[in-house]
């Protein structure tokens, strides 16, 4: 069988998983991490600033909450 071939590069026969195996795992740098974390934020800081619906608050309160030994198999229906 032919390796498909491009114009610009050739194809190499092994698979990604066999690629994977065989090279490190490249890591990103602390300034680009911080870099990525500052656009994230800019990019949704709508989102951000509208903070977390009262529903929701309610619910991981709840998920907070100590339980007692007779509802501990039992969950708690979220209020609606």
């Known amino acids: ?3 498909p071939r491009c114009a610009s590069h050739t194809v190499n026969s092994r698979s990604i998983s066999d690629q994977n195996e065989s090279e490190p ?3 990103l740098g602390p300034e680009v991490l911080a870099a990525i974390g500052r656009e994230l934020r800019r990019m949704h800081i709508d989102i ?3 903070g977390v619906p009262e529903r929701f608050a309610e619910i991981l309160r709840r998920l907070n909450e ?3 030994e007779d509802s501990k198999n039992e969950p708690t229906p979220p209020t609606i």
Do not use: L, V
């Open 1 to 3: 069988m032919r390796t």
């Open 25 to 27: 795992t490249p890591a």
């Open 48 to 50: 951000i600033a509208e």
């Open 66 to 68: 100590p339980s007692n």
